[in-house]
């Protein structure tokens, strides 16, 4: 049974780098199936995607967020990360990682964490 599970909820400061951890269990991210998204949700607002790393750790990210995004892997510990600079409180949100199975489509995000929620304070 696969499980994701995204690092504890946190309280960041504006301008600082938000920092968030998913660990992976019952399954290695470095199935070719597999690819490893983050996703975020504001409060009132909608599901964004924010980026993806593949299982050979090639990543993709969002247009509105790339410059701000970076998602990397460690195998070893079979985790993935999400590090999102300069944030504001407008990045408040839930925080999700979850699992994109590459052979229904390109985005097919089948199986999720619970979600952390991280507030940027002003």
């Known amino acids: 049974q696969v499980q994701l599970q995204e690092s504890a909820p946190g309280l960041v400061k504006s301008s600082q780098t938000l920092s968030l951890t998913c660990t992976v269990s019952?399954?290695?991210?470095?199935?070719?199936?597999?690819?490893w998204s983050w996703i975020r949700q504001p409060p009132g607002k909608g599901l964004e995607w924010m980026g993806v790393?593949?299982?050979?750790?090639?990543?993709n990210y969002s247009p509105y967020l790339k410059s701000r995004t970076s998602i990397s892997r460690d195998t070893s510990k079979n985790q993935f990360s999400l590090q999102l600079s300069s944030v504001t409180p407008e990045d408040t949100a839930v925080y999700y990682c979850?699992?994109?199975?590459?052979?229904?489509?390109?985005?097919?995000?089948?199986?999720w964490g619970q979600g952390t929620l991280v507030t940027v304070s002003s």
């Open positions: 019952g399954g290695s991210i470095t199935t070719s199936q597999y690819a």
């Open positions: 790393i593949a299982y050979d750790g090639s990543t």
């Open positions: 979850a699992r994109d199975d590459t052979y229904v489509s390109s985005r097919y995000l089948e199986l």
